[in-house]
């Protein structure tokens, strides 16, 4: 049985850091890229990172390159989203997810005050 439990978000203030992870089991972990994505009430979810199986191919969407870091740990079946100098518009629930796979978690909230 897939799951996929996000945790990390938290209230901060601009230009703060929160580390997001997101524990996996239920599917061989190091076979599969792993996505990052945010959502805000009334918006469709957004991609914000990717990053492949192996670690070795890594993509974010414009807004977050610079100060977002993907990253995973095929032994802990662990990916993480390092998010430095937060902006306002950062404010979302984020989600990890499986590429190829339809499972989303319960997600963890961020939310940056200004």
């Known amino acids: 049985q897939v799951q996929l439990v996000e945790s990390g978000g938290g209230l901060v203030q601009a230009g703060d850091s929160l580390r997001l992870s997101c524990a996996a089991s239920?599917?061989?972990?190091?076979?599969?890229?792993m996505r990052w994505y945010r959502q805000t009430p009334g918006k469709e979810r957004e991609l914000v990172a990717a990053?492949?199986?192996?670690?070795?191919?890594?993509d974010y969407r414009n807004s977050a390159k610079g100060r977002f870091t993907v990253s995973r740990d095929n032994a802990k079946n662990t990916v993480y989203l390092q998010m430095n100098m937060l902006k306002p518009e950062d404010t979302a629930v984020y989600y990890c997810?499986?590429?190829?796979?339809?499972?989303w978690g319960q997600g963890t909230q961020v939310t940056v005050s200004s």
């Open positions: 997810n499986a590429a190829g796979i339809n499972y």
């Open positions: 990053i492949s199986s192996a670690g070795g191919i890594i």
């Open positions: 239920g599917f061989t972990f190091s076979r599969y890229a």
